[in-house]
């Protein structure tokens, strides 16, 4: 993944060209006609979610920054 060598992200990313974990987490959005809609999910090497924020529109996305701001502070208090 460039974007995740260009971000430094410490953990793993997931493209989902077959829509299996968006079907699983609920990421598909009525404004789109059904089509997956982008989200972004922090889930704990146990599976739980820790955090979610699906982006129906493109004025809602989310800078990879503020995810990894995310991330860390999900870290800090152990919960990834």
């Given amino acids: ?3 995740k060598q260009a971000k430094s992200l410490p953990f793993p990313l997931l493209a989902d060209p077959d829509h299996k974990a968006i ?3 609920c990421g598909r959005s009525l404004l789109a006609g ?3 809609s982008r989200a ?3 889930i704990s090497k ?5 955090y979610a924020h699906d982006e129906l529109v493109a004025i ?3 800078k990879a920054d503020d995810l990894l701001e ?3 502070g ?4 152990g919960l990834i």
Avoid: C, E, P, W
């Avoid at 146990?46 to 820790?50: L, Q």
């Avoid at 999900?74 to 208090?77: A, G, R, V, Y």
């Fill in 60 to 62: 809602t996305y989310r």
């Fill in 46 to 50: 146990d599976g739980i979610v820790r």
């Fill in 34 to 36: 059904m089509r997956s």
């Fill in 40 to 42: 972004n999910y922090i």
């Fill in 1 to 3: 993944h460039r974007f």
């Fill in 23 to 25: 079907d699983l987490y």
């Fill in 74 to 77: 999900l870290k800090k208090q």
């Fill in 70 to 72: 995310r991330a860390k």
